[in-house]
């Protein structure tokens, strides 16, 4: 979410006032079914993977994968783009290319990376959104997966064609697979900003939701107490 200054006083009433249109938004609560899982989803032996993801504000993505088992750390930050431009202020423009995006390590021997996009697809935010996720507007905010490995490149693109094909969704799946190229760790402000601001309108609206869909919808991958990244 872009906060400047001026915006900062307002954005309590505002949220609220617009409850009703950013609810109509968050795919979280919209689906609330399992979605298949991804029929390609090869074996990792590594004692650890990392995934980059993208898909709307960093504060809610940060906070559902959070709550994952298997997943030993969130980093809310910026991928696509050139490190110099990856900076708030400078992303919140949405043309410096880089999308706000969570790089997620995790043990695949205790959830794969295809569990991962399961979780991404289903209820962590709507994939067939383009440049946008609820409220949030740009192409900042787009569905992106960086792929980390050509492994994980062919997990993602082959789950996205299995659940096109299967019509999991009432519109395509509007979400891009490109090689990681960089990923750079937003400011210390935005980190664990979920768990740090409960009661703001904006995490109550978009995304608390989301982490009580995960419960719900995937209790066997679901962790009562985050992995904080303050506590690492």
């Given at each position: ?163 096109d094909?299967?019509?999991?969704f ?58 904080l990244?303050?506590?690492?």
């Open positions: 979410m872009r906060l400047k200054p001026f915006y900062l006083a307002i954005a309590a009433a505002v949220a609220v006032s617009a409850a009703p249109l950013w609810s109509a938004h968050v795919a979280a609560e919209d689906l609330n079914k399992e979605i298949p899982a991804a029929v390609a989803d090869p074996a990792n032996p590594a004692e650890t993977e990392v995934a980059v993801l993208a898909g709307g504000c960093f504060w809610g993505q940060q906070g559902v994968f959070e709550h994952v088992k298997g997943v030993t750390k969130v980093v809310a930050g910026y991928s696509g783009g050139p490190r110099d431009k990856a900076h708030y202020d400078l992303v919140s423009d949405g043309d410096t290319g880089h999308a706000e995006s969570i790089q997620v390590t995790f043990d695949p021997k205790q959830v794969t990376f295809g569990q991962l996009l399961r979780i991404y697809f289903s209820v962590a935010h709507d994939p067939t959104e383009v440049n946008r996720q609820g409220p949030d507007e740009g192409s900042q905010y787009r569905s992106e997966i960086f792929a980390a490995s050509p492994e994980q490149a062919a997990t993602a693109k082959a789950y996205i064609a299995q659940l094909a299967a019509h999991i009432t519109a395509p799946i509007a979400t891009k697979v490109e090689p990681l190229s960089g990923f750079y760790a937003a400011e210390d402000f935005h980190q664990d900003y979920l768990v740090r601001n409960p009661h703001s309108a904006y995490i109550q609206i978009n995304d608390l939701p989301k982490i009580a869909a995960l419960k719900r919808v995937w209790p066997d991958h679901y962790r009562e107490k985050p992995v990244l303050a506590e690492k």
